[in-house]
């Protein structure tokens, strides 16, 4: 069975490939978009995601607050921050909210996927 991925970022472009790039994973399937992280919140509510990428620059709410939020209603559900700003001061912030990994969205979307399956498709050492 496919892993559900909630895509949140407010750039509508930056959505539609992502949304792109895990569809044409056959273990992937995007069941959400959001714009913002009130939005990205109801959504998981609602959805229940295997998986949510993140942006971290957002109005309304962004992704570091929403990801506190999120963490709490749904604490074993991995998060990846997708974002512009990827530095080590950025990093060590999303560790400490929970987040599970950090992507640069200078980076090809397939790492994305990688750190994605990476994260839900844990084997038993």
Do not use: W
């Amino acid at each position: 069975m496919a892993k559900t991925v909630l895509i949140v970022d407010d750039n509508r472009y930056i959505r539609q490939a992502l949304c792109e790039q895990f569809k044409r994973e056959s273990d992937f399937e995007v069941c959400g978009e959001a714009e913002n992280g009130k939005e990205a919140i109801a959504k998981a509510r609602e959805l229940h995601p295997d998986l949510i990428v993140l942006d971290l620059s957002m109005p309304v709410m962004n992704g570091l607050d929403a990801a506190r939020e999120l963490k709490q209603l749904m604490p074993t559900v991995p998060i990846i921050m997708f974002t512009s700003y990827c530095d080590s001061s950025t990093e060590h912030v999303i560790r400490q909210v929970g987040i599970s990994d950090l992507v640069s969205k200078s980076q090809p979307a397939a790492i994305l996927v990688g750190k994605a399956r990476g994260l839900l498709y844990r084997t038993a050492a």
